[in-house]
């Protein structure tokens, strides 16, 4: 299974999955507005952390499907996939510590979305660490090498083992190795994961190579704010001031990245995102980011039936552009 057909199997088991947990979640936050015994009340409590906590699982692994793409000659930069580890898992709480061994190549020929979604799927809970290392794989030959991955993590048990169960056929595809070395509920478990590898030592990456972006904000205020930050890191930007400006010069140019505004006069984020996902060719591929002001589930459920491939809520800040771009462009834009 390529890239691609993992990518899309994880965004429909998310959404299948999704479907069944939300009413079930729906139910226990009702229940949990009427008069219960004390008892009740912490089994219920314990329900809905533990339905959250997978809930947000699968919203990684959706995300991952729509984010993670392989560099342009197949390999992936170790430092964009450790970053968007950290990054991602720091705007959620729940920082991660990552460690790459010294004398580990920068660059690796390997599957970008399905190492991604392992990480991911095996990182979600708190308190997860994560060490990687590269080395010559003794049983298949001096011309092979593997990455070892070694995961030590807690968290609630049940949620750990489904995490497992998902991610051992998802190691066999890669071609690895999974080992388990449980040390007990409280203590967590320690698993060590052999992927096969091809290193790609090169001399100095070259520099990152700056976006051209459009850029659909309405309010002149946040469309200096947002489009100073753009310039800041690098990029280009192209503005517009309603979703009908934004179509035209999303037909007319061509973009790396489209940032759009949801609320705006003349046509709105949604339905300028329509329209430009209706168009022919790269134009009708191109990334869309919303800019939203409203409640962050909402938004987001909106935002991606409308066929956008992020948000970023306001006030939009610095940080949260980074890490925006280093989800969308992972590797582009090496620390």
């Keep these: 299974m390529g890239g691609a057909e993992l990518a899309a199997l994880l965004d429909v088991v998310g959404e299948v999955v999704g479907a069944a947990l939300d009413p079930m979640l729906a139910l226990v936050a009702a229940a949990l507005e009427s008069p219960l015994l004390p008892r009740q009340q912490d089994r219920l409590v314990a329900v809905r952390t533990a339905g959250t906590t997978l809930r947000a699982t699968l919203e990684e692994m959706r995300a991952v499907a729509r984010d993670v793409s392989p560099a342009a000659d197949g390999t992936i930069l170790l430092g964009g996939l450790v970053e968007a580890l950290r990054s991602r898992s720091t705007a959620r709480g729940r920082p991660a510590v990552v460690t790459v061994e010294d004398g580990t190549p920068d660059r690796l020929a390997a599957d970008a979305v399905g190492l991604r979604s392992l990480l991911t799927l095996l990182m979600a809970e708190g308190g997860a660490t994560l060490s990687l290392s590269v080395r010559p794989d003794a049983l298949a030959g001096r011309a092979a090498e593997t990455a070892e991955l070694i995961i030590r993590r807690r968290g609630e048990p049940g949620l750990?083992?489904?995490?497992?169960?998902?991610?051992?056929?998802?190691?066999?595809?890669?071609?690895?190795?999974?080992?388990?070395?449980?040390?007990?509920?409280?203590?967590?478990e320690r698993l060590t994961i052999r992927l096969p590898v091809r290193p790609v030592r090169s001399g100095p990456p070259a520099p990152p190579a700056a976006l051209s972006v459009l850029l659909v904000e309405d309010n002149p205020i946040g469309r200096l704010v947002a489009a100073g930050f753009f310039k800041a890191l690098g990029h280009a930007v192209t503005t517009a001031e309603d979703g009908a400006q934004g179509l035209t010069a999303a037909t007319a140019g061509r973009f790396d990245l489209i940032v759009m505004d949801v609320q705006m006069p003349v046509m709105d984020g949604h339905e300028a995102t329509r329209a430009i996902r209706a168009l022919p060719g790269d134009a009708g591929r191109v990334p869309i980011v919303a800019l939203t002001a409203g409640s962050v589930e909402e938004d987001d459920a909106r935002c991606r039936e409308a066929g956008m491939d992020d948000c970023l809520h306001k006030p939009l800040t610095m940080d949260r552009l980074r890490t925006t771009l280093d989800l969308l462009f992972p590797g582009r834009f090496p620390a």
């Design 160 to 188: 750990r083992a489904l995490a497992l169960a998902v991610a051992r056929p998802l190691v066999q595809r890669l071609g690895g190795r999974i080992a388990e070395d449980g040390a007990g509920a409280d203590a967590g």
